[in-house]
């Protein structure tokens, strides 16, 4: 047999083992929708609280708002998701990692808040833009892609548009938006379970 014969028989079973590993992924996170329905309700929540309370507390509650959606996240994805993903899963790690990647971010989140607490809210969405885009990788949608883009490019035109006032309209569209997203990646993830039984 010839080498790239060779190779291409050798590479098919490493694909399917990849391709089982990207939908064990998708199914046990039922595509990311547990997440996106938690931080949706955090920051919707917020949002109100950005009306009723002044700006630098409610600014605090959206930077760690985090702290109340992961758990509510867990439990959502535990009852949604379709198995759990097991520990030979080769993307397991990488998936934990883009998982608690923002975290990283707090340092900046905390500058930020110093200088303008009024700024926050743009900066949770372009941090929660950046976070999500490698999403779009491993759940193979583009559908985090769109949701990259629109958190970032969103947020930066409703503060153009609206300066100061734009504090509550972001945090309002982070959450229709997480919201939305959350049912066309729950849609795609219960499509690629279904094509892999």
Not at 61 to 86: C, D, I, K, N, T
Not at 172 to 177: K, L, P
């Amino acid at each position: 047999m010839s080498d790239s014969i060779q190779s291409s028989v050798r590479v098919k079973p490493a694909q399917n083992e990849f391709a089982a590993a990207f939908a064990e992924v998708s199914a046990s996170s039922v595509g990311g929708a547990p997440f996106l329905i938690a931080y949706g309700i955090t920051f919707a929540f917020t949002a109100v609280l950005s009306y009723l309370l002044p700006r630098e507390i409610t600014a605090l509650v959206a930077m760690f708002q985090g702290a109340a959606a992961l758990p509510v996240a867990f439990w959502l994805e535990r009852r949604m998701g379709h198995g759990r993903m097991s520990a030979e899963n080769p993307l397991k790690s990488l998936s934990g990692q883009l998982a608690v990647s923002q975290a990283l971010a707090i340092p900046l989140l905390i500058v930020a808040y110093s200088v303008e607490p009024g700024l926050i809210p743009l900066s949770l969405a372009s941090l929660g833009g950046m976070h999500l885009l490698p999403y779009a990788w491993l759940h193979r949608t583009k559908i985090y892609i769109f949701l990259a883009v629109v958190l970032a490019v969103g947020a930066l035109g409703l503060q153009f548009m609206f300066g100061a006032a734009a504090f509550h309209y972001i945090l309002f569209g982070i959450a229709v938006t997480y919201g939305l997203t959350a049912v066309l990646v729950y849609g795609h993830a219960r499509r690629l379970f279904v094509a892999q039984i």
